[in-house]
């Protein structure tokens, strides 16, 4: 009887250990890039749901092979730039969203380059020299779902 449940008990054990290690699947892919500003990025996209993302600059976020954005980094100087032509717009540029936090602000966009829409994200660390600008997607429900998959970090 002692012998039973003492093998009950070790693969009672032996099953709760491997429940706990596949809990701890890594569920993000993430890189973090030194920078020429002189800050630290961290970016992570979420591998649970299908994203991808490269460790290059610049960097890719692809979803079942598919890149969904390139993704670059921007001195504060040429977010400035970026951001006057996005918000003035004229034919090809639009803001569709701008959300602020308490430590980061970005605008969502659509742009039309002859003929094609596409959309992007510029994201702005509020404490940092850099900026990330996101470019490419082809839909704007694309666009949404590859961004809330992705998070950023000043490191």
Do not use: H, W
């Not at 890039?33 to 992570?44: H, K, N, P, R």
């Amino acid at each position: 009887m002692k012998k039973s449940i003492k093998a009950c008990l070790f693969f009672f054990l032996l099953f709760s250990a491997a429940m706990l290690l596949a809990a701890c699947e890594t569920s993000r892919a993430a890189y973090t890039f030194q920078l020429e500003t002189g800050d630290s990025i961290e970016v992570a996209a979420d591998v649970k749901a299908g994203y991808e993302l490269s460790g290059e600059i610049p960097f890719s976020v692809t979803k079942e092979e598919k890149t969904i954005f390139t993704g670059n980094f921007l001195s504060r100087e040429s977010y400035d730039e970026y951001y006057s032509v996005i918000t003035e717009g004229g034919q090809s540029m639009k803001a569709l969203e701008e959300t602020f936090g308490d430590d980061y602000s970005y605008l969502f966009y659509c742009a039309d380059y002859d003929g094609t829409t596409s959309f992007g994200y510029l994201y702005l660390f509020k404490n940092a020299d850099t900026a990330v600008l996101l470019e490419g997607a082809e839909s704007e429900e694309g666009a949404r779902n590859a961004f809330f998959a992705l998070s950023f970090a000043l490191k």
